[in-house]
């Protein structure tokens, strides 16, 4: 039988795309022969995994994972919703949240090299990534995570599984659970005023500007309408004063201290913020496939 040395198993995942076990094991079966081992990937896998490494990825799941001390929140995306019901898709999601946990990875690329197996794929997270990619015909990634440890407590909130919130703090578990809860219906962008990016203020304070100019109002009354928009929305995008989901007669900084609660930090997850969707025009698709037809004739 041929050696299967490392060199090969890398060349024919670097054809392939396939999960590095499964590169071994068509190697081992083909008896090192590379082009009858690509077959045995295709059969196996088709090209499924190497076409949708390319697609977008703008749905899947945020899953949490709290032990002790330390936390995580994670989204893993994926291209479609029914994707997100897939019970592998969402063990890996899980299993990467406790590997966060547990190894503290720096980034993305170290998360997936974190020791997994699941369904004949391993031994890392990132080759079952990729064995599921071929499995389930979709591509999937981890995206983002965040990880908290020794400064508090921790408690998360899960609204389906598009929704993530993380919260660190002190004191009563039940108020800090109703803070998750809040920010994942209101999304403040920061704790407190001060604590908001200087970008977002001053974005605000431009759209602000344009509108007192519009208005015509004197330079002096112009410059006060700017400020009361800004202070306006220090206040509506900051945690600490908004008005709280169950009780909009006080505020969270207000509910917080009824309870001698103290929140450090949150995170806050959607799924697919940021990330620019396809979207399909089926009616201009006709119309172009319809024209190429006549092209044709």
């Known amino acids: 039988m041929a050696a299967i040395t490392a060199s090969l198993v890398a060349e024919l995942r670097g054809k392939t795309d396939a999960p ?7 190697l081992t079966e083909a008896d090192g022969d590379m ?9 196996k896998l088709g ?6 490494a ?31 019901k897939n019970d592998s898709f969402l063990a890996l999601a899980n299993a990467a949240a406790e590997g966060i946990v547990r190894h503290n990875p720096p980034d993305v690329a170290a998360l997936g090299a974190l020791p997994f197996a699941m369904d004949g794929f391993g031994p890392t997270l990132e080759d079952v990534r990729r064995g599921l990619i ?53 999304k403040p962008v920061a704790l407190s005023s001060a604590d908001v990016p200087a970008e977002l203020i001053e974005r605000e304070r431009s759209v602000a500007t344009a509108k007192a100019a519009e208005s015509g109002k004197p330079a002096d009354i112009a410059a006060k309408m700017i400020e009361g928009s800004v202070q306006k929305f220090l206040k509506e995008v900051s945690l600490f004063n908004q008005p709280f989901v169950k009780n ?48 044709t004739n």
């Open 134 to 186: 071929g499995k389930i015909g979709e591509n999937m990634s981890f995206r983002r995570f965040k990880r908290s440890s020794g400064n508090g407590r921790l408690v998360s909130y899960l609204h389906g599984n598009r929704i993530g919130v993380l919260v660190e703090f002190e004191g009563d578990p039940v108020a800090a659970k109703d803070v998750a809860m809040h920010v994942a219906a209101m």
């Open 20 to 26: 590095m076990m499964e590169c071994k094991k068509a």
């Open 248 to 295: 909009d007669k006080q505020t969270i900084e207000q509910m917080l201290k009824a309870t001698n609660t103290v929140v450090k930090s949150f995170t806050l997850f959607v799924v697919g913020e940021g990330i620019e969707k396809k979207t399909d025009d089926f009616a201009a698709e006709v119309a172009a496939q319809v024209a190429a037809a006549k092209a």
């Open 54 to 84: 390319s697609r977008v990825t703008a749905e899947g799941v945020v899953v949490a994972h709290i032990d002790n001390v330390a936390g995580a929140l994670l989204e893993v995306n994926c291209e479609t919703d029914f994707v997100t």
């Open 47 to 52: 090209s499924k995994a190497g076409k949708a």
């Open 35 to 43: 082009a009858r081992a690509e077959e045995i990937l295709r059969v």
